[in-house]
Nanobody
């Protein structure tokens, strides 16, 4: 059973940066694709970005293209989401998840962290 713990969220001004982290318990972390989803207030959870086991990135939101970068450190069982040039519309709770493959569909993922809140506001 995987446990995922996100951290790094907070309040940031528009144009600022944050780096989120997600550490997973369990073995064979390197054998799983790792994704980030987000859920804004009153909206459904949506796929943001995913990194496969062979380090291919799938970006699911055009709005984050060129601003968000995903990376992983398999020895630390950790995935990172570097978010630059943040906008108010990026405000959401961010969740990490893992799966055998990358997918934009929330229902393809079984394991979720508790989320970390990101607020972009002046």
């Amino acid at each position: 059973q995987w446990q995922l713990v996100e951290s790094g969220g907070g309040l940031v001004q528009p144009g600022g940066s944050l780096r989120l982290s997600c550490t997973a318990s369990g073995s064979a972390f390197k054998d799983y694709a790792i994704g980030w989803f987000r859920q804004a207030a009153g909206k459904e959870r949506e796929g943001v970005i995913c990194l496969s086991t062979w380090y291919d990135t799938s970006t699911y939101l055009d709005s984050v293209m060129g601003r968000f970068t995903i990376s992983r450190h398999n020895a630390k069982n950790t995935v990172y989401l570097q978010m630059n040039n943040l906008r108010p519309e990026d405000t959401a709770i961010y969740y990490c998840t893992l799966n055998d493959y990358c997918s934009r569909r929330r229902t393809d993922y079984e394991h979720w962290g508790q989320g970390t809140k990101v607020t972009v506001s002046s």
